[in-house]
Each structure stands twice: as structure tokens, then as C-alpha cells.
């Protein structure tokens, strides 16, 4: 048993189990909150981590699952792993139960966690991080991660000394001091949740096909002006400048796909937490990621039609309209919107 700090998983869905499997397999002191299925599932067959060409297997006895809060006591940094839907759920069980002073590290998708969690969780100490990849789930507690990437985490004494095991690793965590322009550089890249759970296809199939990554492309050249507006320059996490990726997103289908899509390494069963939230009828991230686009937008006057119709057409499909969509039929959507027309 590791004599570092404990950190609890609050959320052990796929960010969570990848995240708690991969510590816990450095020997790091990690303990996870979930659902009673996962729980069941911990005590039945344990649990798989894959990725980065390792994997580990962890017996029943290896971990410590659990549905109940109150496991929350003891822990010196909790990891925010739920969808930020459930923010507030979690908020009161953390409230509830966690010392005053927790270390709060939400690794969720977004760009205002921490101003929104703050008010939720007062007198917690609330750190941002950034999960750059992708990972399924084929079973509750059987995780693999499918994309390229390492997590980085705004800088924080605390968290540096928690995870300063995992240097050697294959799964390093990096700290930053301008960790708002990481987390709009990743925004960047989830304006494509919602294409990919509207196009009902893997991510490589959708990003193979130029159709799908020019309204990606759209979607971005949206934000960066938004960004330019707000005077955000969005940091450089992989070899090009974010704001040459819409162009390079419109490159003929042979060039990107032996380029982007195996510098990314996504694998071909890759989809986005967008696509789970489909597949599972819940509610979806769209207002803390397209959503937040347009919200900038229209407070600096930027005009934002394609991440309008986007967002649209997914908070239609939560209410039961149709999901799955052609690229073709969303490009002739946001045409129509941006000449004036209802989408
Ligand atoms: N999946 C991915 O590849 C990536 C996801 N992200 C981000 O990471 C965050 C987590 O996403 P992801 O892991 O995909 O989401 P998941 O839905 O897979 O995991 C979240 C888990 O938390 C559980 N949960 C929610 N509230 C509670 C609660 N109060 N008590 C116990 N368990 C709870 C959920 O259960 P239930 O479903 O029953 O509500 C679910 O099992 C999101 O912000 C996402 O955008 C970032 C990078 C990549
Ligand atoms: C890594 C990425 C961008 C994959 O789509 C993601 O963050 C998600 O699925 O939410």
C-alpha cells in the first residue's frame, strides 16, 4: 500500500477507471466512488486498464470500489470524474462528506469547471486538468484507452508531489501555469463531440471522411474568432498551431489519414463521450462545449450559425428527434442558417 496521499475517483465511468486503474498501477493510494453496477462488477471480476501498448489486471481484492460517499472522508484529493451534468449531484456528496481543503481535480471536458465549481464546493481547492484522449468502456470496470496524449494539470504543489510517481511511467501527468489555453485547445478538438454522436460512426470513420471534418473545421474557425474576441490564444498541444488545424482538417482524405489520424493513434473503436451519452439516452456536455461557443459568441458580437445548428440538432436529439445525420444534411442546415433561414 502506497504512504502517498489517498485520491478518490469520484465517478468511475470511462475517464475515471482509466485514470484511478492507471495511478493505481503506479503504486499511487486510489480508492473510487462509482455506481453499484461498477461496484458489483470490481467484486466479480475486477478490473482492466489498456493503452500505451501496457495493460493491468487487478483482482477483486486489488480494489477499493465503492456506491457509498462517505469514502470520501479520508481523501486528500478527490479526482471529478463525472459528466459535468452531474456536477451538482457530486458537489453535495463531496460537500457532505470530504474535509474542507480537498484538493478537487476535475479532469472533465469544458473551459469554465473551476468557475463553475467553485461556488458548489466552497472552502475545496479546485485544480483543472485536461484528459486529452479517448477511452471506451466494453465492460463496467474494463477500460482502454484509444487515442495519443498525456493529462495535464494546472500547476499545484500538492498534486505535483501526489503524482510525481507516474514521471517514470508510460502515462506521465504534465503542470502548467497557462492552463486556460490548454483547456480552449482542447475545446478545439470536442466541438467534434457532437458530430460524432450525430454521425452514429466511430471516430476514425468520421474523421476519414473529409465531408465530416470540413463542418469540424467550420465549427473551430468559430471558436478561434470567439477566441480572438476574448483575447484567449489557445495553447499548442500536438504539432500544429491550433490555429492552422481547421486547414489541415480540410487536407484530401489520403493526406490526412496517414497523417492526423496516426499521429492521434485512434483506434477504430474510438468514440466520444458524446456518442456514450447517446448510445445511454442521457443527457449530454453540449452547453459546456459547443454551448459555450456560442455563448461567447453572441457576448462579442461573433456569429457562431454552425455551433447554433450543432447544438440544436443535439439537444433535439435528447429530446427523442432524430440522431443520426449525414454530414451533407448538417452542412445544408447551418447554409440555411447562415443566409438567414430556421434551421
Ligand atoms: N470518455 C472520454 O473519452 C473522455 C471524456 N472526457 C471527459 O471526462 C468526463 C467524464 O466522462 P466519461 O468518463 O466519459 O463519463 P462516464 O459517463 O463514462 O463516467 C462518469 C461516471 O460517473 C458516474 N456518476 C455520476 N454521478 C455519480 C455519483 N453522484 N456517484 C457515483 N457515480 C456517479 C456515472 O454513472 P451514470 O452513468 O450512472 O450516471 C458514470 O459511471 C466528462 O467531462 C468528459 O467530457 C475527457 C476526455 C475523454
Ligand atoms: C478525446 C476526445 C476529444 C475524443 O473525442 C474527448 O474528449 C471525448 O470523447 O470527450
Known amino acids: 500500500m502506497s504512504a502517498g496521499p489517498r485520491i478518490v475517483i469520484f465517478g468511475a465511468g470511462s475517464i475515471g477507471c482509466h485514470v484511478g486503474l492507471t495511478w493505481l498501477a503506479a503504486g499511487l493510494d486510489i480508492r473510487f466512488v462509482g455506481r453499484p453496477s461498477v461496484v458489483q462488477a470490481a467484486a466479480d471480476e ?34 471529478l470524474c463525472v459528466k459535468t451534468t452531474d456536477d451538482l449531484e457530486a458537489a453535495r456528496a463531496i460537500t457532505a462528506h470530504a474535509r474542507p481543503g480537498t484538493i478537487i481535480l ?8 473551476a468557475s463553475r465549481l467553485q461556488p458548489l464546493l466552497p472552502g475545496m481547492t479546485i485544480v483543472e486538468g485536461m484528459v486529452p484522449y479517448n477511452v471506451i468502456r466494453p465492460t463496467p470496470t474494463h477500460v482502454r484507452k484509444t487515442s495519443a496524449g498525456n493529462i495535464i494539470v494546472a500547476r499545484n504543489a500538492v498534486l505535483e508531489a ?29 466541438l467534434n463531440n457532437p458530430l460524432n454522436a450525430l454521425s452514429g460512426l466511430t471516430l476514425h470513420e468520421q474523421l476519414s471522411d473529409c465531408a465530416w471534418r470540413r463542418l469540424l473545421a467550420t465549427l473551430q474557425s468559430e471558436c478561434l474568432e470567439v477566441m480572438s474576441a476574448e483575447d484567449i ?25 496517414r497523417t492526423g489520424l496516426k499521429l492521434q493513434k485512434i483506434t477504430r473503436d474510438a468514440r466520444s463521450s458524446m456518442a456514450d451519452d447517446f448510445a ?8 459546456f462545449l459547443n454551448g459555450t461557443v456560442v455563448g461567447h459568441g453572441r457576448r462579442h458580437g461573433v456569429p457562431c450559425p454552425a455551433n447554433e445548428t450543432v447544438v440544436d440538432l443535439v439537444k433535439h436529439a435528447e429530446c427523442g428527434a432524430r440522431k443520426s445525420w449525414k454530414a451533407g444534411e448538417i452542412a445544408e442546415l447551418i447554409n440555411r442558417r447562415m443566409a438567414g433561414g430556421a434551421s
Open 46 to 79: 475486477g478490473a482492466c486498464v489498456e493503452g500505451d501498448d501496457e495493460s493491468h489486471l487487478f483482482a477483486p481484492m486489488d480494489l477499493v470500489v465503492s456506491d457509498r460517499p462517505d469514502i470520501l472522508a479520508d481523501a486528500d484529493i478527490i479526482a
Open 106 to 113: 476535475s479532469l472533465q471536458n469544458g473551459v469554465e469547471n
Open 162 to 190: 501526489a503524482l510525481a510517481p507516474l514521471k517514470s511511467t508510460a502515462s506521465p501527468v504534465e503542470f502548467v501555469d497557462e492552463m486556460r489555453a490548454v483547456k480552449w485547445s482542447k475545446l478545439l478538438l470536442n
Open 233 to 257: 490564444e489557445p495553447a499548442k498541444l500536438g504539432p500544429l498551431p491550433p490555429r492552422l488545424i481547421p486547414h489541415f482538417l480540410t487536407t484530401p482524405d489520403w493526406f490526412f489519414n
Open 280 to 287: 445511454a439516452g442521457r443527457r449530454t456536455e453540449i452547453d
